[in-house]
């Protein structure tokens, strides 16, 4: 059974930076690329990024692109957003979620359960 | 970035009844590559449809996507109870990835 629990969210200052995680199981990790989408307090979903299943190949949302940095530890199983310069409209629910191909984002056929970042001070 | 625009905002429909939703697009899809999401309160987003029409693993008959280029359509034949959420779509043709507003479902 594929499972991916997400973790790292919490409250930052604004400036602060933050660092997600995404332990995944039940899938060969490798072979899928991974992304994060995250969901405002009551708004829609938003793609932030996503990341080959070898790692060679990075994607970025225009509003994090410079900001964050998606990375992966295939021997860990595991995915990470560092996020850095953190503004009030990067709160949100943030979502780890397994691709359905290994290349490049795609769509998501499994979703972890999210982690709160919230941005005050 | 390809806008992908949903209507209506909300659809009050009742139990038994056809619910079809729209998402439009601001430029054309390649290849149907269009997939919707069911998001139910304090859920993550679930996986109904992808490629336009195929359903996931999983996914009763009962919700069925179809289109093509700017114009998708997503179609629940019969609301259950557990139908009554979120439904978004998502194209993957061209990078960034991104979402519909959202269509909500609820109950008359």
């Known amino acids: 059974e594929v499972h991916l629990l997400e973790s790292g969210g919490g409250l930052v200052q604004p400036g602060g930076s933050l660092r997600l995680s995404c332990a995944a199981s039940g899938f060969a990790f490798r072979t899928y690329a991974m992304s994060w989408v995250r969901q405002a307090p009551g708004k829609g979903l938003e793609w932030v990024s996503g990341?080959?299943?070898?790692?060679?190949?990075?994607y970025y949302a225009d509003s994090v692109k410079g900001r964050f940095t998606v990375s992966r530890d295939n021997s860990k199983n595991t995915l990470y957003l560092q996020m850095n310069s953190l503004r009030a409209e990067d709160a949100a629910v943030y979502y780890c979620a397994k691709d359905h191909i290994a290349s490049r984002p795609y769509y998501f056929d499994y979703w972890g359960q999210g982690t709160l970042v919230t941005v005050s001070s | 970035e390809i806008v992908l625009t949903q209507s209506p905002g909300t659809l009050s429909l009742a139990p038994g009844e056809r619910a079809t939703l729209s998402c439009r697009a601001s430029?054309?899809?390649?290849?149907?590559?269009l997939a919707w999401y069911q998001q139910k309160p304090g859920q993550a987003p679930r996986l109904l449809i992808y490629g336009a029409s195929s359903r996931a693993t999983g996914i009763p008959d009962r919700f069925s996507g179809s289109g093509s280029g700017t114009d998708f359509t997503f179609t629940i034949s019969r609301l259950e109870p557990e139908d009554f959420a979120v439904y978004y779509c998502?194209?993957?043709?061209?990078?960034?990835?991104?979402f519909g507003g959202g269509t909500k479902v609820e109950i008359k």
């Open positions: 430029q054309s899809i390649s290849s149907s590559y």
């Open positions: 990341i080959s299943g070898s790692a060679d190949s990075t």
């Open positions: 998502q194209q993957y043709g061209r990078s960034p990835l991104t």
